[in-house]
């Protein structure tokens, strides 16, 4: 599962849960309740400050958050808020004017607040909030993606999100689409005003993803039109708005084309790398981590190596079992290799992919209960279900949907895409991947005890600006080491080779860390990252050329799994350590995760 604060389209948890209603912030108390006395003695008129404080910033951080969501109708619809989705968000020099404004006025105002004086719930939402508005200021004055990203300006995301969701009426849902293709024109002017020395891979990217626009624009819309109950004047007017932005769309495409055209003349102009400085800042504001990003890669890179021999260990126990009589290669990383390749023929049929993953999900259920790992709610299920059909399209996959924060009451699903579209060849290729043993992984990662249990004990403590403005490294983090935590409780018999599948699973995580770091900061060349997961993390070839395409265009979010799992695992090393046998694991779960998505370290600060 990936998060990104940015490209929503690729977030298949891009609508989290949380409940609306229970603001548990304003009866979080602070202080022991005083006893009753029949005059305002100092202790109780300290609290009554206090608590009016607390009411006073929870009133303000709540409205502060409802107002940033009414002015960026665009998030609001990715969070399953509809009221204002037939308004288009212009990224024009007037609009950057006002956000500046807006932001320096609330920073100002946060900054009435102490965060000390609040009770850790809201001390919570105050980091979250100041981070986000500074974030926001920093991406617009210092970072200026806005200028060298053409593929920040695309007008399918939200229109496409209308067409799939089925919130209101066919053609309440068609009007609110033309409303927003009326504005394509002016949406697309203010970006080529402010498209300036962009990047080679950026400007190819903005045509690919406008191409599939134009498709989501293209006949099957129009069809859609001409088979609904809009009125004939409407669907005339329906028509031109989809045509002007076509041809709006289409210039664009060819504007940009003329860029890369010179861009391959040139000397390829500004570099997709984005440098030390500004990777360290955006590390800061992205993950809001303890560790520096320079930190967190040499912690990467030991951790590789940890990897590397433990798997090296398996693999020389096991050779002899799996290869009678075959003399074992003298490099490491090639008999590690070699038996991971003849391990992965232990997979499940193809047309038993879905029903095996819904037999292991009470399974986990019960190991997790049996060994007090933590708590589970069995009054909110988890609903297995094949992934629905607009969802699909990034080939087979497995993520968690869990209702947005504006209705928190609907259930929470598993998708799982059948392998339907798959030949017989890649169907294998996949399950090869996703092995016995990879399965039961992916099972832990994603539903239980991963993302699944994770937002449950969310749901229960977050308000809106833990739900909004989730931490995708605390949320990642979690899931990475849920599937440490589950094997060294026992989830597998401790298998060798679930383990050795484990460290290949682990590797993936583990050198995205070490490469976009590198790549984006150290000069890393393709070159060095296609052997790095060829070689050192022993991918696919296919996956390894997705995923240096997926480093050239994003920063930062790569590390997050990583730097997440490598945070709360060592806190839970460092606790052990402090508390002896005292140490509850169960305890330590429990409290951890009622913190909602809050960003780790604040979580270590508050359990300190
Ligand atoms: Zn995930």
Known sequence: MRISSKTFGALPFALLLATLSACTEESTP??????????????????????????????????????????????????GRYDNAHQVTLP???????????????????????????????????????????????????????????ASYNAAGPIGLILNTPYAPEEDRLRTVMARLEQVPAFYQAARANISNPT????????????????????????????????????????????????TIEGFITELQTISAELSQRDRGRDFRIGAELYESKFAFDIQSGFTARDMYERAVAEKNRLHDDMDAITITLWPSYFPGVEMPEDRLTRIGQLIDHLSNQHIARDQFISEIERQIPLLAAFVAENDLLEQDPSRPLVVRETPEYMRGSGAGASVSAPGPFNPTA?????????????????????????????????????????????????????LIKSLLRNGAMIEGWA?????????????????????????????????????????????????????????????????????????????????????????????ERLKQQQGSAFDLKTFHNTFLSFGNAPVPAIINLME
């Open 480 to 572: 990475v080491y849920s599937e440490r935590m589950m094997l060294e409780a026992g989830w597998g018999n401790q298998q060798p080779e679930m383990w050795l599948m484990y460290g290949k699973w682990n590797l993936r995580v583990v050198t995205n860390a070490i490469m976009d770091y590198a790549v984006h900061v150290l000069g890393m060349t393709q070159e060095q990252a296609m052997d790095m997961m060829l070689r050192e993390a022993f991918q696919e070839q296919t996956e390894a050329e997705n995923k240096w395409r997926r480093i050239k265009l994003s920063q930062v979010q790569l590390t997050s799994y990583f730097t997440g799992y490598a945070e709360i695992y060592d806190f839970r």
């Open 30 to 79: 602070v202080t022991p309740p005083v006893e009753p006395a029949t005059v305002a003695t100092d202790a109780a008129a300290a609290e009554s400050l206090d608590t009016a404080l607390h009411r006073e910033f929870a009133d303000y951080s709540e409205s502060l958050m409802r107002r940033m969501l009414a002015r960026n109708p665009e998030w609001s619809l990715y969070s």
């Open 92 to 150: 024009d020099e007037t609009r950057r004017t006002e956000d500046l404004l807006f932001i320096d006025a609330e920073l100002t105002r946060l900054s009435q607040f102490e965060p000390s004086n609040l009770p850790p719930e809201l001390r919570i939402d105050h980091n979250l909030l100041s981070n986000r508005l500074q974030s926001m200021r920093w991406y617009m004055t210092v970072f200026n993606e806005w200028q060298w990203n053409p």
């Open 411 to 463: 259930d929470t699903y598993y998708n799982v895409t059948p392998l339907d579209d798959y030949n017989d060849e890649q169907a294998a290729s996949y399950l090869r991947e996703y092995n016995q043993w990879v399965l039961q992984i992916l099972n832990i990662h994603e539903a239980i005890p991963g993302h699944y249990t994770q937002l449950v004990h969310g749901n229960k403590s977050t308000g």
């Open 200 to 247: 080679a891979e950026h400007t190819e990217l903005a045509v690919t993803q406008n191409r599939g626009t134009l498709n989501l624009l293209g006949s099957s819309l129009q069809d859609r039109v001409a088979a609904s109950q809009l009125e004939s004047a409407e669907k005339d007017r329906f028509e031109q708005a989809r045509l002007n932005a076509v041809n």
